[in-house]
């Protein structure tokens, strides 16, 4: 015969009995987070030239990549993260409070990704002109922005984001303008994979669910997690064989592409000073700036190109 089951006022004293002990331990891990920014307040940081970053993007992929890898449940590994990530939002909170706008109205997909990605304890705040946030994050006025990015433009329900306006922004022509960096990305998944939308199938529904992709944009270096990837502009003359010759180097080295994007027309895309018929990609790939073999990319890259811009080595999204 089965042991009867425990009695609901008993199991109830021990969650109240745990959920003590889960507010001891949050707050003493608030308050180890809190001496972390005295720390970093006290030691000027090199990657950061000269203020403090207290938001370490590379530190929360790892704390949340272990938390997932130590999960024994029962609780899901997207749930403890989850959790994990309120935690550190709040902790972070206590260091300073980060003002991150998202390009999209209240309630858009790029508002959501910036929670998803910051936490609820951020300062935010959505805009829908991409301009002003790449030179609001890069004067300092607000601490980071989530954009849409890539071929999630092409797809992207308007209404739920930004206008369409806002949103076909050419985003190769203000990261040339601007020194911003992508310091993270936030994959967002609308429709799963693995429940089709009858109207329109299990193949689009797939498609659909990879392509929602956005992008955090800060200012300065992101140092590596330990599964990264870096993203790059190349600008190149417009002829025949030119992104052939341009893909060498990644075989060469033996890096593979992750993504790449053209920018067609891109003559019109940045101010006159660009030679006509100049046709840019953004390529990411897996790797870190600080690794030998993309030291070696760079210098290649730089040697086959019109236009190289480096725009970021940043933890693959770990949410
Ligand atoms: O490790 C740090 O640098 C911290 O500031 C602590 C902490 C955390 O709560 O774990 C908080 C904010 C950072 O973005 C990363 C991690």
């Given at each position: 015969?089965?042991?009867?089951?425990?009695?609901?006022?008993?199991?109830?004293?021990?969650?109240?009995?745990v959920?003590?002990?889960?507010?001891?331990?949050i707050?003493?891990?608030?308050?180890?987070?809190?001496?972390?920014?005295?720390?970093?307040s006290?030691?000027?940081?090199?990657?950061?030239?000269?203020?403090?970053?207290?938001?370490?993007?590379?530190?929360?992929?790892?704390?949340?990549?272990?938390?997932?890898?130590?999960?024994?449940?029962?609780?899901?590994?997207?749930?403890?993260?989850?959790?994990?990530?309120?935690?550190?939002?709040a902790?972070?909170?206590?260091?300073?409070?980060?003002?991150?706008?998202?390009?999209?109205?209240?309630?858009?997909?790029?508002?959501?990704?910036?929670?998803k990605?910051?936490?609820q304890?951020i300062?935010?705040?959505?805009?829908?002109?991409a301009?002003?946030?790449?030179?609001d994050?890069?004067?300092?006025?607000?601490?980071?922005?989530?954009?849409?990015?890539?071929?999630?433009?092409?797809?992207?329900?308007?209404?739920?984001?930004?206008?369409?306006?806002?949103?076909?922004?050419?985003?190769?022509?203000?990261?040339?303008?601007?020194?911003?960096?992508i310091c993270?990305?936030?994959?967002?998944?609308?429709?799963?994979?693995?429940?089709?939308?009858?109207?329109?199938?299990?193949?689009?529904?797939?498609?659909?669910?990879?392509?929602?992709?956005?992008?955090?944009?800060?200012?300065?270096?992101?140092?590596?997690?330990?599964?990264?990837?870096s993203?790059?502009?190349a600008?190149?003359?417009?002829?025949?064989?030119?992104?052939?010759?341009?893909?060498?180097?990644?075989?060469?080295?033996?890096?593979?592409?992750?993504?790449?994007?053209?920018?067609?027309?891109?003559?019109?895309?940045?101010?006159?000073?660009?030679?006509?018929?100049?046709?840019f990609?953004?390529?990411?790939?897996?790797?870190?700036?600080?690794?030998?073999?993309?030291?070696q990319l760079?210098?290649?890259?730089?040697?086959?190109?019109?236009?190289?811009?480096?725009?970021?080595?940043?933890?693959?999204?770990?949410l």
């Open positions: 015969m089965a042991a009867p089951l425990p009695g609901l006022d008993s199991l109830r004293q021990q969650i109240d009995e959920d003590l002990q889960l507010l001891t331990l707050n003493q891990r608030a308050a180890l987070a809190a001496q972390v920014a005295a720390v970093k006290s030691t000027l940081d090199e990657q950061s030239q000269g203020s403090v970053s207290f938001y370490r993007p590379e530190r929360e992929a790892q704390v949340l990549r272990n938390i997932m890898k130590q999960n024994a449940g029962p609780l899901p590994d997207a749930d403890v993260a989850r959790l994990f990530r309120e935690v550190m939002s902790c972070l909170a206590l260091e300073k409070p980060l003002r991150v706008e998202a390009l999209g109205y209240p309630g858009s997909l790029a508002h959501l990704a910036a929670l990605h910051f936490g304890s300062v935010p705040g959505q805009r829908t002109v301009a002003s946030l790449f030179a994050v890069e004067s300092g006025n607000i601490d980071y922005a989530v954009l849409p990015f890539g071929s999630l433009l092409a797809g992207l329900d308007l209404s739920l984001t930004a206008s369409a306006e806002a949103i076909t922004e050419n985003y190769v022509s203000l990261f040339l303008q601007h020194d911003v960096q993270g990305e936030v994959k967002f998944l609308t429709a799963r994979a693995d429940e089709p939308d009858p109207q329109r199938g299990a193949a689009q529904a797939k498609a659909a669910a990879k392509s929602q992709r956005f992008i955090v944009i800060g200012r300065g270096a992101v140092p590596a997690s330990g599964d990264d990837r993203s790059v502009i600008g190149i003359a417009d002829k025949p064989g030119g992104l052939y010759h341009l893909l060498a180097p990644f075989d060469a080295l033996g890096i593979s592409i992750l993504r790449l994007e053209a920018k067609q027309g891109s003559s019109a895309l940045v101010e006159s000073s660009e030679p006509a018929g100049e046709q990609f953004v390529i990411d790939f897996p790797g870190h700036f600080g690794e030998e073999r993309v030291k760079f210098e290649a890259l730089k040697t086959l190109t019109s236009t190289f811009k480096f725009i970021g080595s940043y933890p693959n999204g770990v």
